[in-house]
Structure formats: structure tokens, C-alpha cells
Nanobody
Framework: QVQLIESGGGAVQAGGSLRLSCAAS????????MGWFRQAPGKEREFVAR????????TYADSVKGRFTISRDNAKNTVFLQMNSLKPEDTAVYYC?????????????????WGQGTQVTVSS
């Protein structure tokens, strides 16, 4: 069973940056397309970004397009989320997730692997 472990969350002021990492416990990482999701208090989990197995194909939610960048390093079994120009509305618990497909998905129900989540708090 592959485990996903997120790191890099924290508290920043609006306009700041954070880089989230998600490390997989096994070398089978490259058979998974990966995604990042987030969940704010009282809200449903929402799609943020996804990257295909090769790392060349990406999709972003409109709310983060141009500010966030998803990438992966298959040699290190790790996926990243670089978050720039952070806004208070980006405050949430961020989760990485994996699905055994080439492209991945924007729907959380399609993903079978989930990390434990990391808190991101952006103050105004």
C-alpha cells in the first residue's frame, strides 16, 4: 500500500508563497497521476490542480490558475505545489491524492490514495 505524506504547510501573509510537497512511500509512484485538493472549514473538498504520470500535462482550478504550479519528480517519488500570491481565500487543509490513470482527474471521488493533509493559513 502506497502512503502519501504531505509537508510544507504553514501560515503566511497575503501575497506570500508556500511550497507543498507530497512524498510517496514506494517506487510505484510513477503509475499514479497526482492531484492536489483543498478543504476549508464548512466547505466541500475542492480540486486545485492535477498532473499526469509523465509530469507534462497539468490542469488547474480557475481560482488558482496563474498563481499555483503543480509538478512532480518521479525519481524522488514526490509531487509539489508551488503557491504564489496567496490570498486569504486559499486558507484550507491541502491534500495530495493519487489515481492509477495516465491523466488523473478533477474529481476527488476518482482518487484512491490520499495524504493526511497539511494546513495552509493566509492572513490579510
Amino acid at each position: 500500500q502506497v502512503q502519501l505524506i504531505e509537508s510544507g504547510g504553514g501560515a503566511v501573509q497575503a501575497g506570500g508563497s508556500l511550497r507543498l510537497s507530497c512524498a510517496a512511500s514506494r517506487n510505484t509512484f510513477n503509475i499514479y497521476a497526482m492531484g492536489w485538493f483543498r478543504q476549508a472549514p464548512g466547505k466541500e473538498r475542492e480540486f486545485v490542480a492535477r498532473v499526469d504520470r509523465s509530469g507534462t500535462g497539468t490542469t488547474y482550478a480557475d481560482s488558482v490558475k496563474g498563481r499555483f504550479t503543480i509538478s512532480r519528480d518521479n525519481a524522488k517519488n514526490t509531487v509539489f505545489l508551488q503557491m504564489n500570491s496567496l490570498k486569504p481565500e486559499d486558507t484550507a487543509v491541502y491534500y495530495c491524492a493519487g489515481v492509477r490513470s495516465w491523466l488523473g482527474s478533477t474529481r476527488p471521488d476518482d482518487y484512491t490514495l490520499w495524504g493526511q493533509g497539511t494546513q495552509v493559513t493566509v492572513s490579510s
